[in-house]
C-alpha cells in the first residue's frame, strides 16, 4: 500500500532557530506533495504545492525564504522552517500524490511534525 | 476561488443520535473530489470518505456522504454516534487532473456524550 513517512514526529526549537522536516513516499510515485500548517484551534493552511521538475508554488503569507522546500525525486520531499518564532508553531503536515495513480485525486498523509517554538 | 464551508465549529451529540456535519463547496470546476477526513487528539487526518460521483452515496466505517453538485453539498452523516466518534472533521475539495491540492473547510469539532 501507498504510505508516507514524516519525520521528525515532534520537534521543539528555540526562537530564531530553524528545523527541517522529511518526507518519504513508500510505495507510489509522489508526482506532487503538498506541505500544509495546522496552527493552534485553526484548520489545514496550504504552505506550498512542489512536483517534480515544476517550479514551487507558493501560497499567499509564505514565501521560499522562510520555508525552502526541496522535491528532488519521486519518493522524498523536505521543508524548513527557517528562524522560528513563536507564530509558526503547530502542526506541519505532507500530502502526496500520485498523478498517474488510478486514484489520483487521493492524497497521502503523513503522520506530521508537530513544531513548538520556546 | 476554491472554498469549502463547514458551518458548524463544534456539534455535541447524545451517544445513539445521529450525526450531521455540514459541507458546502464553492468552485468554477464541474468535476470535484470531495473528501471527509477525521483527526483524532494529536494525531493527523485520516481519510474518512471521498466522492467524486454526483448523488451516489458513499460509505465507510458506519459514516456515510452523498455529493450533490446541485446544492454543492458534501455532508457527513451517520446513523447512530458512538463515543468514539468524538474528533475533529474537516471537509475537503480537489480539483481532479488540475495539478492543483486540496483546500479544507474550517472543521467541526464533533463531541459525543454519555
Known amino acids: 500500500g501507498a504510505l508516507v513517512y514524516q519525520y521528525p514526529r515532534r520537534t521543539i526549537c528555540k526562537s530564531g532557530t530553524s528545523m527541517r522536516m522529511e518526507c518519504q513516499a513508500v510505495?507510489?510515485?509522489?508526482?506532487?506533495v503538498a506541505w500544509y500548517r495546522q496552527s493552534p484551534q485553526k484548520t489545514f493552511e496550504l504552505i506550498a504545492l512542489?512536483?517534480?521538475?515544476?517550479?514551487?508554488?507558493?501560497e499567499q503569507n509564505f514565501t521560499q525564504e522562510k520555508f525552502p522546500i526541496s522535491h528532488p525525486n519521486l519518493s522524498f520531499s523536505s521543508m524548513t522552517v527557517l528562524n522560528a518564532y513563536l507564530e509558526d508553531r503547530g502542526l506541519y503536515l505532507c500530502?502526496?500524490?500520485?498523478?498517474?495513480?488510478?486514484?489520483?485525486?487521493?492524497?497521502?498523509f503523513g503522520s506530521g511534525t508537530r513544531l513548538t517554538v520556546l | 476561488g476554491d472554498s469549502v464551508t463547514q458551518t458548524e465549529g463544534l456539534v455535541t451529540l447524545t451517544e445513539g443520535l445521529p450525526v450531521m456535519l455540514n459541507c458546502t463547496y464553492q468552485?468554477?470546476?464541474?468535476?470535484?473530489?470531495l473528501f471527509w477526513y477525521v483527526q483524532h487528539l494529536n494525531e493527523s487526518p485520516r481519510l474518512l470518505l471521498k466522492?467524486?460521483?454526483?448523488?451516489k452515496r458513499t460509505e465507510h466505517q458506519g459514516f456515510h456522504a452523498t455529493l450533490h453538485k446541485s446544492s454543492s453539498s458534501f455532508h457527513l452523516q451517520k446513523s447512530s454516534a458512538q463515543l468514539s466518534d468524538s474528533a475533529l472533521y474537516y471537509c475537503?475539495?480537489?480539483?481532479?487532473?488540475?495539478?492543483?491540492?486540496?483546500?479544507f473547510g474550517t472543521g467541526t469539532k464533533l463531541q459525543v456524550v454519555p
Open positions: 475537503a475539495l480537489s480539483l481532479a487532473n488540475s495539478g492543483t491540492y486540496q483546500r
Open positions: 468552485t468554477i470546476y464541474s468535476n470535484p473530489f
Open positions: 512542489s512536483t517534480v521538475n515544476s517550479a514551487i508554488k507558493y
Open positions: 510505495g507510489f510515485q509522489a508526482t506532487s
Open positions: 500530502g502526496a500524490r500520485d498523478w498517474g495513480a488510478k486514484s489520483a485525486e487521493t492524497l497521502y
Open positions: 466522492s467524486f460521483t454526483d448523488n
